[in-house]
């Protein structure tokens, strides 16, 4: 029997009760809250018929971006591709699978022609839109949503996740009126909405409006970090606020509480983890002990998922862990697994030719205290850094070193023009004027 799901959609292999369980996993990996995969599993233990069920559970383990995951998502590949499937469905599969093999932008593609067909496909509109984000891509992060908006309203299971979804690529285009607005929605409608908390925070964040984010996020700490996936994130979004106030000790305890203190595994918590304390580093922070767990962490998730050089944007924050803990060997263990990615023939091989493999070693130059080569390097990435992937805020660490090492290198003349073209972005910001009068430039 094939029913038909909240959005009228046909799910093959379904019944009632596994049907239930499967829109329960969507709705919450729609918010990224409480735990999708314990979900989908309950669906697929009453119907394993269910096609959709191991397709939604393929796509929860390929997002992760974890090599260790994608074994599990081709066997529920496998599984769904002897089941019944109708067009729609078969479309899902070839989509995951492209990912499965690292072909990224044909994944992409590949759902821009599903939701084309079936805009209220919330799944392939989720997927891609992680897709989008992991390649840098926003225009699309934009794009893909508007498409598929007309089809949706108030009465469609899911619009607060299509508006928020939208939120973020409107940010990344820089419409951040527009943006913080449908961020603004969403969360009305769903208090839960993770990504929407998110995209609002990446508006103030662009906007370098350190109260109004701070605002946004601390007084409601306790709704958007319950159960979220996204909580280390959205903490990581927190302390960029206090960071930017120069409130040093706020960052630390955030830092402790949320980021790099949960003990979390997840390469994407460890991301953040990284990102965070190598702002701490170059402010001139002292960090403690902090950069020697957290490298152990990266160890260990590395023994787990398989490795570096599965995707260039991890591997420069596993770097960034290991070059805080003055760990050689493995440093030098990223920077061999770059090369041979170069000739892997996947998309990744783009990502670390283009962006990844220059920024990566940057950091390691700027860790040996050969701040000329970290220029350099920085300088020939920077106008190109979306290519591998991040948003604006995350990729502006690639900016933040450059200065640094432009100052450390004694490069006056380039590093006051890095501090100008800062301080023009960022007028407001207490960072940029700070960086400013260091390098002697008038406001």
């Given at each position: 029997m094939n029913l038909i799901d909240s959005t009228s959609h046909r799910v093959s292999g379904a019944n009632a009760h596994s049907l239930a369980l499967f829109?329960?996993?969507?709705?919450?990996?729609?918010?990224?809250?409480?735990?999708?995969?314990?979900?989908?599993?309950?669906?697929?233990?009453?119907?394993?018929?269910?096609?959709?069920?191991?397709?939604?559970?393929?796509?929860?383990?390929?997002?992760?971006?974890?090599?260790?995951?994608?074994?599990?998502?081709?066997?529920?590949?496998?599984?769904?591709?002897a089941l019944d499937a109708d067009d729609r469905e078969r479309a899902h599969i070839s989509a995951a699978r492209a990912l499965a093999q690292g072909r990224w932008h044909e994944a992409g593609l590949r759902l821009e022609d599903l939701s084309a067909r079936w805009p209220l496909d919330a799944l392939a509109l989720q997927a891609g839109h992680q897709i989008d984000f992991f390649r840098g891509d926003s225009r699309m992060l934009r794009d893909r949503i508007a498409r598929a908006l007309p089809a949706w309203d108030s009465s469609v299971p899911g619009w607060h996740a299509v508006l928020g979804m939208h939120a973020f690529g409107l940010e990344e285009t820089s419409d951040y009126a527009a943006a913080q607005s449908q961020g603004e929605r969403a969360v009305a409608l769903q208090p839960r909405d993770s990504w929407a908390w998110h995209a609002v925070a990446h508006v103030h964040e662009m906007r370098n409006a350190v109260g109004d984010g701070i605002a946004w996020l601390a007084p409601n700490r306790a709704v958007w970090s319950r159960g979220s996936l996204l909580a280390t994130h959205n903490s990581w979004h927190l302390a960029l606020f206090y960071l930017e106030q120069g409130d040093h000790d706020a960052?630390?305890?955030?830092?402790?509480?949320?980021?790099?203190?949960?003990?979390?595994?997840?390469?994407?918590?460890?991301?953040?983890?990284?990102?965070?304390?190598?702002?701490?580093?170059?402010?001139?922070?002292?960090?403690?002990?902090?950069?020697?767990?957290?490298?152990?962490?990266?160890?260990?998730?590395?023994?787990?998922?398989?490795?570096?050089?599965?995707?260039?944007?991890?591997?420069?924050?596993?770097?960034?862990?290991?070059?805080?803990?003055?760990?050689?060997?493995?440093?030098?263990?990223?920077?061999?697994?770059?090369?041979?990615?170069?000739?892997?023939?996947?998309?990744?091989?783009?990502?670390?030719?283009?962006?990844?493999?220059?920024?990566?070693?940057?950091?390691?130059?700027?860790?040996?205290?050969?701040?000329?080569?970290?220029?350099?390097?920085?300088?020939?990435?920077?106008?190109?850094?979306?290519?591998?992937?991040?948003?604006?805020?995350?990729?502006?660490?690639?900016?933040?070193?450059?200065?640094?090492?432009?100052?450390?290198?004694?490069?006056?003349?380039?590093?006051?023009?890095?501090?100008?073209?800062?301080?023009?972005?960022?007028?407001?910001?207490?960072?940029?004027?700070?960086?400013?009068?260091?390098?002697?430039?008038?406001?």
């Open positions: 829109e329960q996993a969507s709705r919450e990996l729609l918010c990224l809250v409480d735990d999708p995969v314990a979900s989908v599993n309950a669906a697929l233990a009453a119907s394993p018929q269910m096609t959709m069920a191991h397709v939604l559970k393929a796509w929860m383990h390929l997002l992760a971006t974890e090599p260790k995951l994608v074994p599990v998502a081709v066997a529920c590949l496998d599984a769904a591709d960052v630390l305890r955030l830092y402790d509480e949320a980021i790099g203190g949960t003990g979390s595994s997840v390469v994407l918590d460890l991301v953040d983890a990284s990102a965070m304390l190598w702002r701490l580093h170059l402010c001139g922070v002292a960090v403690g002990d902090r950069f020697q767990a957290l490298a152990d962490r990266w160890t260990t998730a590395w023994a787990q998922a398989g490795g570096p050089g599965h995707y260039a944007f991890n591997d420069l924050h596993a770097m960034i862990a290991f070059v805080g803990a003055d760990r050689a060997p493995l440093q030098q263990q990223v920077i061999d697994a770059q090369a041979a990615a170069l000739d892997s023939g996947l998309d990744n091989a783009g990502f670390t030719r283009d962006v990844g493999q220059a920024a990566t070693s940057a950091i390691q130059a700027f860790g040996r205290g050969d701040h000329a080569r970290a220029v350099n390097l920085l300088r020939g990435v920077r106008s190109v850094a979306h290519r591998f992937g991040g948003s604006h805020a995350q990729r502006d660490l690639l900016d933040l070193t450059l200065i640094e090492a432009a100052a450390r290198s004694g490069e006056k003349p380039l590093t006051a023009a890095l501090a100008a073209e800062r301080l023009a972005m960022r007028p407001r910001s207490p960072l940029a004027q700070q960086l400013a009068a260091r390098c002697s430039v008038v406001a």
